[in-house]
């Protein structure tokens, strides 16, 4: 990792490099230099990602998109622009893909919002970003990943790998183990595809969006709790504004963690959901009728998809997402499942509050 760090304009030589943060993906260190500075290495999953050059290109185009905006209003840009090489470069291969952004100082990250004004902050920050982004070129933005939030595809590769495992000896006991997941995700396929609809109709406006809005990639100042930065621009793509927006309903107002084992903890805490909703609708400018109106359907869709993916990559041998325990992708889908589940129950309350919120 030293010799890695050494092709990075860092202040200083680097002292020490250690495990950081809990991405699913990604793999994230600690750095710090003599000088006492503070960086954030990561080495890029190649697994998730075909094309990391191209992905970088997205993240310097939009970082200094971004960067020169806040500089004519002459305030501070919420992203963090990445560290070049000695020779110009946002990364470095070998052996594996590697990047250095600086350490966000006096910043935290929540797994959970802690109070209903980080919650609200959160929905200002991502409305805001879309709102921000929205005369960016889009059509210079590569798919880092190829039809990420595209719901009916993701069923389609659900399908292909269903069939895979069935026929694959080693695999075919965790068909039989996901057995009510596996209908619950087929009994949902219409509703979850009803957005990608909507989006190939042109009813849903697709605009340059986060496409991984957790609540833990919005850094908070840690003493006033505003927004600093927003992170992980790896999956900034077209999209949908309601994935954006349902991505953080789903993580941060389910009453339980994206893992947890006992399903009574695990449901959509309407007070939290109406707080960012209002958030959301006040940052995100030029959000259309039809968008407002379906926002909860984000939520659900979103929800339903990645049980669909954590389901799909535990039906494939856990290759995807990284995993701390055997059974941990189907301990995660079957909690996903359970809050759409409990989110289908409360659409009503929620088109009530999405009303209210307008
Ligand atoms: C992954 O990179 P990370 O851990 O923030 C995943 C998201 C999922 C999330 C679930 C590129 O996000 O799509 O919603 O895990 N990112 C990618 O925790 O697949
Ligand atoms: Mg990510």
Redesign the pocket.
């Known amino acids: 990792m030293i010799e890695i760090l050494k092709q990075f304009m860092l202040d200083s030589p680097a002292t020490s490099c250690s495990p950081f943060g809990?991405?699913?993906?990604?793999r994230t260190y600690l750095v710090e230099t003599e000088s006492g500075k503070r960086y954030i290495l990561q080495r890029l999953?190649e697994e998730?990602?075909k094309d990391v050059p191209a992905l970088m290109e997205n993240i310097s185009g939009v970082t200094e998109y971004l960067d020169a905006k806040a500089r004519e209003e002459g305030v501070k840009a919420h992203v963090i622009s990445p560290v070049r090489t000695r020779d110009g470069r946002t990364y470095v291969h070998d052996k594996g893909y590697y990047r250095v952004t600086p350490f966000a100082e006096n910043s935290i990250s929540l797994e959970e919002p802690e109070s209903d004004k980080d919650f609200y902050e959160c929905a200002v920050a991502f409305g805001t970003f879309i709102s921000e982004l929205a005369d960016y070129p889009a059509e210079t933005l590569h798919e880092?990943?190829p039809n990420?939030?595209n719901t009916p595809d993701r069923y389609r590769i659900f399908r292909e790998k269903l069939e895979a495992a069935k026929a694959d000896s080693s695999l075919s006991g965790r068909v039989r183990e996901a057995a009510e997941l596996i209908a619950f995700a087929l009994e949902n396929e219409e509703v979850a595809g009803r957005l990608q609809a909507m989006r190939d109709s042109g009813e849903l406006p697709t605009r340059v969006t986060h496409?991984?809005t957790?609540l833990?990639?919005v850094l908070l100042d840690r003493e006033t709790r505003k927004l600093m930065y927003v992170i992980?621009l790896?999956?900034v793509m077209p999209g949908l504004s309601l994935y954006d927006y349902g991505?953080c309903i789903?993580?941060g107002a389910s009453t339980g963690g994206?893992d947890e084992k006992d399903l009574s903890k695990v449901g959509l805490d309407l007070h939290l959901f109406e707080v960012f909703t209002r958030g959301f609708i006040g940052a995100c400018k030029g959000l259309t009728e039809r968008e407002i109106e379906m926002l909860p359907m984000g939520a659900i869709t979103?929800t339903l998809e990645?049980g669909v993916?954590?389901l799909t990559d535990y039906l494939d041998g856990d290759r995807?997402?990284?995993t701390k325990y055997p059974g941990h992708n189907l301990d995660?889908c079957r909690c996903q499942f359970a809050l759409a589940r409990d989110m289908m129950n409360k659409l009503e309350e929620m088109n009530e509050i999405v009303r209210r919120c307008k």
């Open positions: 809990n991405g699913l993906i990604n999953s998730a990602f880092t990943i990420f939030h496409n991984d957790k833990n990639n992980d790896d999956t991505d789903r993580f994206e979103i990645l993916r954590f995807y997402f990284a995660r």
